[in-house]
């Protein structure tokens, strides 16, 4: 069976960072996510309000550099849970389980942190991406072309034992 989920969304509020009997971190937040289709009336998009949890890494990760309005992918899994509320009445919520989260914006974009990646690993590089450099010698070390401007230079190396 598979039980895979991606969802990009920003942070409705801060993430909420606890920790279990045994001193396990948990972290939980919500997403907003909106679908990909507009109304038909109104022309706007819908929003839906998906509950994420995070456990040990992932959760200190999150809880450490995301906040309320961050953009943010979450890779994990759909569990449904069954619980009771206060007034004893039996319930049933769905939320997804984290096995990873990125920043969904760069440094620029958002209101602190950097292009990471997370799941065990917490690494990467400040800020968003630097621009292309060109290559030291755009001919691929064959040289400059030729004088009069045509674009095709005549390669200095024979092949002659190519089979075609």
């Known amino acids: 069976m598979l039980n895979k989920i991606f969802i990009m969304g920003r942070l409705t509020r801060d993430p909420e960072l606890r920790r ?5 971190p948990v972290a939980s937040f919500t997403l907003a996510v909106d679908r990909d289709f507009r109304d038909k009336a109104t022309g706007e998009r819908a929003t839906d309000f998906i509950d994420v949890v995070a456990w040990r890494q992932t959760a200190e990760f999150v809880s450490r550099y995301f906040s309320k309005g961050r953009s943010a992918v979450v890779e994990g899994r759909l569990q449904i849970r069954d619980w009771t509320d206060k007034e004893g009445g039996k319930r049933r919520s769905a939320e997804v389980i984290a096995d990873n989260i ?15 990646s997370t799941g065990y690993h917490q690494g990467g590089q400040g800020g968003g991406y630097p621009a292309p450099q060109p290559p030291a010698d755009p001919f691929g070390g064959y040289g400059a072309p030729p004088a009069d401007g045509d674009q095709f230079a005549e390669l200095a190396t024979d092949d002659g034992d190519l089979p075609f």
């Open 20 to 24: 279990t009997q045994t001193g396990t």
């Open 102 to 116: 990125y920043f969904g914006d760069s440094k620029r974009d958002g209101d602190g942190g950097g292009s990471y």
